[in-house]
């Protein structure tokens, strides 16, 4: 079977771009003051994350038993379905517990599904000014997972259970959208 860790698809994206206003850029290159000021040393970054999801192993309630070890139930059909939701991410109908639980495993393999994938877009605006060419100001405003797309987690996977296919959390450590300020000074 597929290691838990297995990501079938994965894809990652830093980019910057500096806005075109100001000393030596193609807008108010030539003028000066306080407008010059406001409206040069800008930018904004981003990062773009997508990935495939995790597979996982569908099991069932009851293990063998004298053996202290979980069991797999028997497979009749694939289990997937075709535009799968948190309600309902794989068919556990598919799925039926074994019947004699003293030592037949079922016929379900070891990761034979996969969970949702990622999606994730991380944006940063920057503002730098420079005073007496001595000191440096940055301020930054940065949007952890901007769109606010969900991060879910894995799905239920134990046959016979409420919530066999079912998604009832998200993935650890993936907050929903975040913000935070930050400014420093250089000298």
Known sequence: GLASFDVRHAFTTSWTYELPFGRGRASLS??????VKLAEGWGINGISFVRSGLPFTV????????????????????????????DRWFDPSQFVPTRDNTGTYGNSGRNIL??????????????????????????????F??????????????????????????????PMRQMQFAMKLQF
Request: glycine share 12%.
């Open 30 to 35: 030539n003028r000066s003051g306080i407008v």
């Open 114 to 143: 996969r969970g949702p994938g990622q999606l994730q877009f991380d944006l940063s605006v920057v503002k730098n000014t420079r005073f007496r060419e001595r000191f440096r100001h940055q301020f930054r405003w940065e949007i």
């Open 145 to 174: 997972n901007a769109l606010n797309h969900p991060q879910f987690g894995q799905p239920g996977t134990s046959i016979g259970t409420a919530n066999a296919g079912v998604i009832t959390s998200l993935l650890f450590n993936t």
């Open 59 to 86: 099991t069932q309630q009851q293990g063998l038993l004298s053996t202290s070890t979980g069991n797999r139930p028997d497979r009749i059909g694939s289990g997937k379905i075709s535009n799968p939701t948190p």
